[in-house]
């Protein structure tokens, strides 16, 4: 069974600059997890997507949002990069039932940086 | 504030040796618990489960979990340089969104 997918897998963009982030789930998924990944941060949840609808989001500015397509596929976007968007994307995925025992399966990540 | 907290090493032990990483998380509604393994440069990949307290054991790996003392491990048996990665420690409750520690630094020489 194929696993997470995410495009592309490294980024340079300029300050002010937008981009947009791709995540494929695991078939059959219909949970998508966005995190940034710093070394000063850890891992840091951004947006949870379910059956294209926010479920859960954290506490980053509105400068980051995301969105869920009807066959889970989900973007997120980031609009007027900052020095400190430079970061590890991941996208998890889970079957997404509401449920502590849903296992999230991780994408190879998007590499941003912002020069 | 929901937290999990795990030494961030580096953990250093010899080849064949046993490792040991520990967690603790602060939320006593958390139910759900997981290991991580991520290389550098890589992304987290999923090791071990584990909602029960008691031991879980998956090939070389054993999750041991201890609720009132809100408390995870993880023994890797027989390291391996292949094991040297950090481990991240993750704990879920009613919100369903895996709180993350910021890992520890295994380094397994040989």
């Known amino acids: 069974k194929a696993g997470v997918t995410q495009t592309p897998r490294y980024l340079i963009k300029t300050r002010g600059q937008q981009v947009t982030l791709s995540c494929s789930p695991i078939?059959?998924?219909?949970?998508v997890s966005w995190y940034q990944q710093t070394p000063g941060q850890g891992l840091q949840f951004l947006f949870e997507?379910?059956?294209?609808?926010?479920?859960n989001k954290g506490n980053f500015p509105g400068r980051f949002s995301g969105r869920q397509f009807s066959n889970s596929r989900s973007e997120m976007n980031v609009s007027t990069l900052e020095l400190g968007d430079s970061a590890l994307y991941l996208c998890a995925s889970s079957l997404g039932g509401i449920s502590s025992y849903n296992e999230q399966f991780f994408g190879p990540g998007t590499r941003l940086t912002v020069l | 504030q929901k937290e999990v907290e795990q030494n961030s090493g580096p953990l250093s032990v010899p080849e064949g040796a046993i490792a040991s990483l520990n967690c603790t998380y602060s939320d006593r509604g958390s139910q759900s618990f997981f290991w991580y393994r991520q290389y550098s440069g890589k992304s987290p990949e999923l090791i071990m489960s584990i909602y029960s307290n008691g031991d879980k054991e998956d090939g070389r790996f054993t999750a041991q979990l201890n609720k009132a003392s809100q408390y995870v491990s993880l023994l890797i048996r027989d390291s391996q340089p292949s094991d040297s990665a950090t481990y991240l420690c993750a704990a879920s409750g009613g919100s369903y969104i895996p709180t993350f520690g910021r890992g520890t630094s295994l380094i397994v020489h040989p």
């Open positions: 997507y379910f059956s294209e609808t926010q479920r």
């Open positions: 078939s059959g998924h219909r949970s």
